[in-house]
């Protein structure tokens, strides 16, 4: 039986602030975790989770910096590759179950395989939404990649100190929302809206500001080549079941840039391909939950 579409609001209180979620479902069930991608939020699963069963308590949380959570704190300094893989496992802590499902988009896909390397034991099924890993770097490119990181932080926080907000009409923040994206990103109209809805804050009569953390455009992961990416795979010992469901264009990439990494990922996990683009979770959910819903009630390990 598919999920209801209502949703509640719930906050984790945090040492820096809160952290915002949607929950679905009765939270006596088993958790299942989403994680959006990097600077949507958590209506990115909106379309999404009444396609899903029923019988889990689903929540869906806006990473720090994203949506109604709070930033969390720099002192100055770039957010780290660690930083959100830490949110993370706070949030195990919070909930207290003995397993969990995470379902990740993008950014959140990789979030969810980071803490599958730190704290295997804590997840049964692992869903990965079109981002096999956040940021492949050749050894020879690693000292101009994080000097240019370094810059455009600096750039960023220049314009924080500097308290230059900058304000929209509802028009204006639409496009935004849909065009800083990279390619094979777009959203449809429907999609905009809903991401936007906790993406900006009205300040005055058809005047909006973007809520999210400026920062997170200069966001310093932890750049691997794709030799030590594959290492990560093979030297853990992956008991979780993995469930890999990539665009077809996502699909083409990795496979001429990283055939390597794809041929581990087939190795430890079920792939599947599908027509759309990046955030066709968004935009046509029924594409992704057909896959998902083959797998979420299985019973794991065997």
Known sequence: ??????SQEIEIATPWGKISAKTWGHSINQVALLLHGLEDNANTFDGLIPLLPQDY???SIDLPGHGKSDVLPSLGLPLQGMDYVYVIKMLFDHFAREKYIIIGHSFGAILGMQIGFVYPEKLEKLFILDTLWFQIIKPSEFGNWTRNKFQEFAKIQNQINRNTTVYFTYKQAEDVMTTWRYSNCELTPKATKTLLERSIKQVGNDKYRFTRDPKLKSY???PLDEQYACEMIKSHNITFKIVVIVTEKAEIFYNEKYPNLVEEYKKVADWFVVKGNHHVHLNEPSVVSNIINQF???????
């Open 57 to 59: 308590y689903y929540v």
């Open 1 to 6: 039986m598919a999920q209801s579409s209502k």
């Open 296 to 302: 979420l009630d299985e019973a794991y390990p065997i």
């Open 220 to 222: 310093l992961c932890y």
